[in-house]
């Protein structure tokens, strides 16, 4: 469950430096973030 977790965040720290270089800002990419991780949850 522990190496589950940390792939998953290091998965959304990756989209996060992605976003960031394409010159999203910080509140922005949040927002979308949080919605793929809400849309992953309600998935499982």
Do not use: P
Not at 14 to 43: H, I, P, W
Request: proline share 0%.
């Amino acid at each position: 469950m522990a190496s589950e977790s940390a792939a998953l965040v290091q998965k959304l720290w990756n989209y996060c430096n992605v976003l960031r270089d394409d010159g999203v800002s910080y509140g922005d990419y949040v927002e979308q973030l949080t919605y793929l991780l809400f849309l992953k949850m309600a998935d499982e």
